[in-house]
Nanobody, 128 residues
Framework: QVQLVESGGGLVQAGDSLRLSCAASGRTFSSYGMGWFRQVPGKEREFVAA???????YYADSVKGRFTISRDNDKNTVYLQMNSLKPEDTAVYYCAAQGRFGISTMTNLMRATDYDYWGQGTQVTVSS
């Protein structure tokens, strides 16, 4: 069982930066693929970024070049550095952990239904 707790959300202006953190419980954090998703009311949860247990990273086209995902296995934490924020980035951001696959493919890491554990979410609001 893995518990995930996100933090770092808030209200910012367009062009600002935020860094989200996701702290995971358990001693096997390094064996999980980790992802960030976001959701706005009335829409499906949307892939944002993911990092494999080996450190390969993947991004949605809408955030490529602006967001950076990273992980610190010693701290059991995954981060999402968000720069040049836009109003359309406004959403609840969720952290997720994927451990069901021996080796997660890019497709696995980009698909919400392939994740095993989810955090409670943190709100990010970007004003224009």
């Amino acid at each position: 069982q893995v518990q995930l707790v996100e933090s770092g959300g808030g209200l910012v202006q367009a062009g600002d930066s935020l860094r989200l953190s996701c702290a995971a419980s358990g001693r096997t954090f390094s064996s999980y693929g980790m992802g960030w998703f976001r959701q706005v009311p009335g829409k499906e949860r949307e892939f944002v970024a993911a990092i494999s247990r080996r450190g390969s990273t993947y991004y949605a086209d809408s955030v490529k070049g602006r967001f950076t995902i990273s992980r610190d296995n010693d701290k059991n934490t995954v981060y999402l550095q968000m720069n040049s924020l836009k109003p359309e980035d406004t959403a609840v951001y969720y952290c997720a952990a994927q451990g069901r696959f021996g080796i997660s493919t890019m497709t696995n890491l980009m698909r919400a239904t392939d994740y095993d554990y989810w955090g409670q979410g943190t709100q990010v609001t970007v004003s224009s």
